[in-house]
């Protein structure tokens, strides 16, 4: 079994925690949901919803930004995923529509067919998101440095709305490691306005738990000297 090296950049294992801890809650919500509920109906829906478009977005962008690089280490060395994300499309339009045609006309059929295919949606992701993370970062890690892997993910992160990279990093906060939270917070303070550095601190205190959040303002002041807050 491969496994991640944690000392180099990580340019897939953030938002592929963010994205599994959104499947996972949106399974959840789905496998307990009350039909008759129209507000956690309309809730669970609007989730799936944007679980749908943050999985095409980021399907789009390592087509764009990550696969030619892949490509330029080996003939076809992104096709495995490629193929995958053609399928992965077909998937979450279906999907999307299941959703609408549930908030239209809910019934508990429906919302059992429903939890099914996020089920199997996050089943085939996972395998999915295991190639790209071992395999394909491994790939990445021989043929690019740090400073180039981290320049890549920052032109990804620059093609975003600033809703799409809020509604990313919702899930990305919780689900990273301390080191994580901590690099991306320190990375933000290096390069980004004022105005999303907070926006970032709130969305972090927000969801993260108390003990995280302050741990997170600890590490902070500790590798800046104290010289600065979060919030």
């Not at 938002?15 to 509920?37: E, I, N, P, W, Y």
């Amino acid at each position: 079994m491969s496994s991640l090296n944690s000392s180099r950049f990580d340019l897939y294992g953030p938002v592929h925690k963010g994205l599994r801890a959104l499947m996972a809650d949106t399974l959840q919500r789905f496998g307990s949901l009350d039909v008759d509920d129209a507000a956690q109906l309309e809730d669970a829906c609007n989730q799936a919803l944007e679980l749908c478009s943050l999985l095409r977005s980021h399907v789009d962008h390592e087509d764009e930004h990550i696969h030619p690089l892949l490509e330029r280490c080996r003939s076809g060395g992104a096709a495995q995923a490629a193929s995958e994300h053609v399928e992965h499309r077909r998937v979450l339009e279906v999907l999307a529509g299941e959703v609408r045609a549930l908030r239209a006309a809910p019934s508990t059929a429906a919302a059992d067919a429903l939890y099914q295919n996020l089920a199997e949606l996050m089943a085939d992701n996972l395998m999915h998101m295991r190639l790209e993370d071992l395999a394909y970062q491994n790939v990445l890690w021989q043929h690019y440095s740090d400073a180039e892997l981290a320049a890549l993910d920052g032109r990804i992160v620059g093609t975003l709305d600033p809703k799409e990279l809020m509604l990313f990093l919702r899930w990305m906060l919780p689900a990273m490691s301390p080191p994580q939270r901590l690099g991306l917070m320190l990375a933000l303070r290096a390069g980004a306005p004022t105005m999303v550095q907070l926006a970032v601190a709130r969305l972090a205190q927000q969801h993260l738990p108390a003990a995280a959040w302050q741990r997170l303002v600890r590490d902070l002041d500790a590798a800046q000297g104290g010289a600065a807050s979060v919030a």
